[in-house]
């Protein structure tokens, strides 16, 4: 009988897997769409899923502003701060939860946007787009990206881990499946050659549109200098700063400057 119930319901796992088909359908549906957009149209979805976010939460942050200075007032007795402190605590619960209600509607087109930006590295040698003040910052510290008059050029291979690397990755279906898996905050098992790092940008790049940082944690320090270099270019490539706290000295200047970076 056990058996029999396995058969028609699945594991756990199979389930879970069912449950996340249709968003990975849709992620492939809007891929079809974003892959014929140009190279700017591509960045600008940045943009676009910043300022949605941005309006989504625009309320309850207005809410939390105005709470935070009464709270800055001299003149509220303490028992009073006490009751304003816990509404505060509600108010950013409540600012989480709408935060995760918006990623998971924009979660599609923006996984969609990170594997085109992959597939792009991968089919060209380099990436032609109108250069943003970033881009400029960005020529400046690094031999991959290199600006000509008004134009960037984002190249296909650079450094990481002290290796010249270049793109040749492309996320499958199954990558998908696991970013959807990390971003709603579980363990998503893969086997060696899978392509877990790949899998994470995924999420980190989501999680990093509202602006309040992305913080990656990896087995060693090796491989977190490694693999900010390896996958950061996916990210820069769309303005957001991407830095490693580990290669930078302790209580440095530029090391607490890392902290703050998009991820």
């Not at 010249?164 to 696991?178: A, K, R, S």
Request: charged share 30%; proline share 3%.
């Amino acid at each position: 009988m056990l058996d029999f119930l396995k058969k028609m319901l699945g594991n756990k796992s199979q389930r879970d897997i069912k449950s996340i088909n249709p968003m990975v359908d849709k992620a492939l549906e809007a891929w079809e769409k974003i892959k014929n957009v140009s190279n700017d149209e591509l960045r600008a979805y940045t943009h676009s899923f910043k300022h949605r976010i941005k309006e989504y939460l625009a309320a309850k942050h207005q809410e939390i502003d105005e709470l935070r200075e009464q709270l800055n007032s001299d003149e509220i007795e303490i028992d009073e701060k006490e009751k304003l402190y816990a509404v505060l605590d509600r108010l950013e619960k409540e600012s989480y939860e709408l935060t995760q209600e918006v990623l998971r509607e924009i979660l599609p087109e923006a996984f969609a946007v990170m594997k085109d930006t992959a597939r792009r590295f991968f089919e060209n040698e380099f990436i032609e787009v109108t250069a943003t003040q970033f881009d400029r910052d960005l020529a400046a510290r690094k031999d991959s990206v290199q600006i000509d008059g008004d134009i960037a050029r984002f190249r296909h291979n650079w450094m990481a881990g002290g290796n010249m690397i270049t793109w040749d990755m492309v996320h499958y279906d199954c990558q998908l499946i696991g970013g959807v898996v990390l971003h709603e905050g579980k363990i998503a098992e893969m086997a060696t050659g899978e392509g877990k790092t790949l899998v994470a940008t995924l999420p980190m790049y989501l999680n990093a549109l509202p602006g309040r940082g992305v913080h990656i944690v990896t087995v060693n320090d090796y491989l977190a200098r490694r693999d900010s270099e390896w996958m950061g270019p996916l990210f820069e490539f769309h303005g957001l700063k991407v830095d490693c706290i580990d290669r930078h000295e302790p209580n440095s200047q530029a090391r607490r400057d890392a902290y703050p970076a998009d991820i």
